[in-house]
């Protein structure tokens, strides 16, 4: 072993060594399987810090499983389709997908995510994520395409899947609909604006709004049935200002008599009680919104407008015509698309749903079910159901994406599906494929339908894209079929890690497919991450300006297992704070490994580790005690997912068991071997051997170069193994327990430690020499400490150790503590 560790020369070694002896395959890793239901990121920029914390520490989860003798199947995918990926590459390029032919917009797109992907593989290796990469996929290729356009045939057939013209949430930014999910809430500042409007027989009616810009979709005014001041206006009508047509004036139980004037107005649409009351009334719709996001025709004098542009005109023109009679400035809510942080509309277009709202029980259920690592965080899952207001929308207006197999009859409506047998298809491109005529009414006014499915609709399913790539390992897997009886003895899958701000999407779109399929939960157990801070406590994203701290720039500056430490050092579930100093720390933990192994491998040349000697003798006895201990700890975190806990417990051992005490208690033995008999230090070289692999073991899934590279020094020709993450914890891991050596060796390094602050009391270096060692205590103290009295020597440089148990003049001697004293002679 060289004198320093070259992490630089090592990891690019240790990475082709992998990928060439496939050493974290199914084949080469034989045993129950464990599968991993990895969360492919979306090609949408590049990757940041807060990616490599979470994926990070599903990998030391992945490499503990195998270790424990699991045959671990951890597959890797991109989602690279849908609306993320067409503004990255329309940012990337200077493009607009709504500016050039759909084709060449989706020709660049593939090229650009295939080169993205590329780029993210190449990072996720260099971070040592032990991944079945011959188990990759796209969620835009073929394969994935085909399988999400055959679940939504099938649960179209089902009956969980409608198409109707109904209000839709919509990005005007983005051009597209999009779902509840995908919204956030944002406080602005605003103004609650009183506008007079009159009634046909001419009395004046003052209403509330933070809209006017909606004036021209007005189409009711709604009071309280016990309010008053309106019922003398039950079945009238008013006028809209400026626009200067008649609405009715209605009442009803949801409208809030407290708030504004306590008269309001039904404009199609501007909230979500807008919606409600113009189903309840059978209203007509004005839409005053276009889905470019510029005001429509019948607006008038807004025409062409965007909305702020729009509402500050409406409001100019209301003040001019002396009809808006106050403002009031406030703070309120409104939601926001998270992509673009804009906020969305309400526009009435056709869309496809599945239909969620009426399994909110069926959902609950299985969420009970799943076992939930931290289990807090079930609680934003239950929430999220629960408060569920809106079908899930799965139609976007966008170009990239995957299709809805469908087509269209133009004379009588009828929906016709793609037969299964020729997905994937592009039905603007693939018609000649279908049939010709409606099977309905044998018309041919057939035209295919222009929206892609929302990408959520595609990752939802990848517990059924593992399976597909998982029957590809398989020797005697029986059909290509999915959606198949056979696919219950893979799903539940045993794992799903992810973050905590999706558990509302891509949690439950997962939940909802595996029920609507399988009647079955997708996982066992789910595993959810924080999110990496900067200091400012903001997340960090591929948005924010996080230059330092990209994953490149961090790899390029520090040893991949010292950023691998620091992943582990989050609490799950929990956010953290993105620290360098953890990284320092790290380092520093590298650098003592491959100290105390480079003692280890000086000592332990030409050793032969043969059977267990008879006589390990009790300091040995006691370093396999403790490692037994930490081995019991960490295995008790580690099924708990809790890397962090076991990481504590691992870092205790190695620090201050191991390297500040047992490695001092034996070093005496190699280099004054005269004072030993032959059969101590065997005991220790078969001790220091097996113990280093222990250690090895227990750092092996967060520091996975490091303890390659010793285990090649050490280890591998012993063994006959290729890789200490083929080793097994079962087959080292023996659980030793001697307590009472535990017991002793525990007051030996007390005497010790207080012996060395006596010497520095004194000014004495710790290798000063002593002409004698008084110990004052106990019969059995005394009797413990003189069995082990050479260790002592060793330690404390003592040339003679002399053991009193009588009366102590107390003014005479360094006190200790309160059971032993001890007299410096030099």
């Known amino acids: 072993m060289d004198k320093r560790y070259n992490h630089e020369q090592t990891e690019k070694e240790i990475q082709i060594k992998w990928e060439q002896e496939n050493t974290y395959s199914l084949k080469n890793n034989p045993g129950k399987l464990y599968s991993i ?47 993320p990926t067409e503004r990255f590459v329309e940012k990337k390029r200077k493009i607009s997908s709504f500016q050039m032919p759909s084709e060449e917009f989706i020709k660049i797109c593939l090229e650009e995510t295939r080169q993205a992907a590329e780029q993210f593989k190449v990072l996720w290796q260099k971070i040592g994520l032990s991944v079945n990469w011959e188990s990759s996929y796209s969620t835009i290729s073929d ?73 021209s979709s007005c189409v009711a005014l709604l009071y309280h049935p016990n309010d008053k001041r309106y019922q003398n206006f039950k079945n009238s009508k008013a006028i809209v200002p400026i626009y200067n047509y008649e609405v009715p004036i209605l009442q009803d139980e949801d409208v809030d008599p407290e708030k504004g004037t306590g008269l309001v107005m039904c404009c199609t649409f501007g909230d979500k009680k807008d919606i409600q009351w113009y189903k309840k009334f059978n209203l007509p719709n004005r839409q005053s919104v276009g889905l470019n996001g510029k005001w429509t025709e019948i607006t008038g004098p807004l025409q062409g407008l965007k909305v702020h542009e729009a509402r500050a005109k409406i409001l100019e023109i209301l003040e001019e015509n002396e009809l808006l009679i106050s403002q009031k400035p406030i703070k309120h809510s409104v939601n926001v698309h998270e992509r673009c942080k804009k906020e969305i509309e309400y526009i009435e277009i056709p869309q496809w749903f599945i239909k969620i709202l009426d399994y909110k029980d069926q959902f609950l259920k299985i969420g009970n079910e799943i076992n939930w690592y931290p289990t807090f965080m079930k609680s934003r899952y239950d929430n999220w159901v629960e408060n569920l207001s809106w079908d899930w929308g799965i139609s976007r207006q966008r170009n990239f994406g995957i299709k809805f197999p469908v087509w269209h009859c133009l004379d009588c409506n009828q929906i016709i599906l793609a037969e299964i047998k020729d997905l994937p298809v592009d039905p603007q491109t693939d018609f000649a494929k279908n049939k010709k005529n409606c099977t309905k009414c044998k018309e041919s006014k057939i035209v295919p339908d222009t929206d892609v499915m929302d990408t959520w609709n595609t990752s939802s399913l990848t517990p059924q894209i593992c399976y597909t790539l998982f029957k590809k390992t398989q020797e005697n897997a029986k059909s290509d079929e999915i959606f198949d009886n056979e696919i219950k003895k893979f799903i539940p899958m045993s794992m799903r890690p992810q973050a905590h701000d999706i558990i509302r999407t891509w949690a439950f779109d997962t939940i909802v497919k595996s029920w609507m399929h ?166 220790t070289k078969w001790t220091l051997y097996h113990v280093g692999l222990r250690i090895l073991q227990f750092y092996a899934p967060y520091l996975p ?122």
């Open 37 to 83: 239901d990895t969360p492919p990121p979306t090609i949408s920029g590049t990757l940041h810090i807060g990616h490599i914390f979470s994926y990070t520490q599903t990998d030391i989860l992945a490499r503990y499983k195998r270790m424990s003798g699991y045959s671990v199947f951890y597959p890797f995918g991109f989602d690279d389709n849908g609306l």
């Open 518 to 683: 399988h009647n079955e939960m997708p996982w066992k157990d789910i595993v959810i991450s924080g999110h990496v801070l900067s200091s400012a406590k903001e997340k960090i994203s591929k948005s924010k300006e996080n230059e330092s701290m990209t994953p490149e720039n961090l790899l390029a500056r520090y040893p991949a297992d010292a950023i691998r430490f620091w992943t582990a050092t989050g609490n799950l579930g929990h956010d953290i704070s993105f620290s360098e100093s953890q990284l320092l720390i790290g380092q520093k933990l590298i650098t003592k490994l491959w100290n105390a192994f480079k003692f280890g491998h000086e000592h332990l040349q030409n050793f032969i580790p043969e059977k267990e000697p008879k006589n390990l003798f009790i300091a040995n006895e006691w370093i396999l005690h403790q490692a037994s201990e930490t081995f019991k700890a960490y295995e008790k975190y580690l099924e708990q997912y809790e890397f962090g806990l076991a990481l504590d417990s691992v870092e205790k051992f190695f620090w201050k068991d191991y390297c500040d005490n047992y490695i001092e208690l034996i070093k005496d033995q190699f280099f004054k071997p005269d004072k030993y008999s032959k059969d101590e230090i065997e005991a």
């Open 705 to 826: 170069y490091i303890t390659e590279n010793i285990f090649e020094f050490i280890y591998k020709n012993n063994l006959k193994i290729d890789s200490i993450h083929q080793t097994k914890y079962s087959q080292t891991q023996k659980i030793y327990n001697f307590e009472k050596s535990k017991i002793i060796i525990e007051d030996v390094i007390k005497l010790i430690s207080e012996v060395r602050k006596l010497k520095t009391e004194n000014q004495l270096s710790l290798k000063t020499e002593l002409e004698e060692l008084q110990i004052f205590c106990s019969e059995a103290d005394c009797s413990n400490f003189d069995q082990q009295e050479q260790l002592i020597k060793g330690i404390t440089q003592a040339k003679k150790i002399i053991y009193l148990e009588n009366e102590i003049d107390k003014s005479e001697i360094a006190k200790i503590n309160d059971l032993w004293f001890a007299k410096i002679k030099i």
């Open 143 to 215: 394969e994935v395409r085909k399988i999400s356009q055959e679940s939504f045939i099938l649960l179209y057939k089902k009956g969980y899947i409608y198409r109707k013209k109904d209000v839709a949430l919509y990005c005007t930014t983005c051009y597209t609909s999009v779902s509840q999910a995908e919204l956030e809430d944002k406080e602005i500042d605003s103004f609650f604006n009183d506008i007079e409007f009159t009634t046909t027989d001419g009395k004046k009616l003052i209403i509330g709004t933070t809209r006017p810009e909606l004036l």
